[in-house]
């Protein structure tokens, strides 16, 4: 029998409360303008008032796409907790969990006055979730890869 580990349940549960934290007031895009806008204006001096809110919209969705991608590795390594490799349902049972929680999130949102409710962030979230989980499996299945080896008794001496 597994023996778990009750402390590997932590990572998720505390990613989950910065991610709720991030959908407060404090990282609305009012907030998070005031304070990308400028470094970006700076960065870019010739560049448009449009290009550079386009830009902002950009880092805060790139921002959802990388909690959740984050979130979902967290599941997967506490729910594969004194297993032997990762198989297929763990990578399954991560996404949903993430996914679950971004649907909750939004949720979290429609009650904070400056914040409104998405469900592209929902999607956004959630391809987040997916594609950590693909290049997880992809960069697995480069490392583990067993180099073709000759096979005994083929008459070669």
Do not use: C
């Amino acid at each position: 029998m597994k023996r778990i580990r009750l402390n590997i349940w932590i990572p998720p549960f505390l990613w989950m409360a910065f991610i709720f934290f991030f959908s407060t007031e404090v990282f609305s895009e009012e907030s998070t303008g005031s304070l990308i806008l400028p470094v970006l204006k700076a960065l870019f001096p010739h560049a448009s008032p449009e290009s550079l809110e386009n830009i902002h919209f950009f880092i805060r969705k790139m921002s959802h796409f990388t909690e959740f991608g984050i979130l979902s590795l967290l599941w997967l390594r506490t729910l594969r907790n004194g297993w032997e490799g990762m198989p297929f349902p763990f990578y399954i049972a991560s996404f949903i969990l993430s996914t679950v929680y971004a649907i909750i999130d939004e949720l979290h949102q429609s009650f904070v006055s400056v914040r409104t409710p998405s469900s592209i962030d929902v999607l956004i979230d959630s391809l987040g979730a997916a594609s950590s989980l693909v290049l997880l499996k992809i960069f697995q299945s480069f490392r583990y890869k067993k180099p073709l080896t000759e096979e005994k008794g083929n008459g070669k001496n």
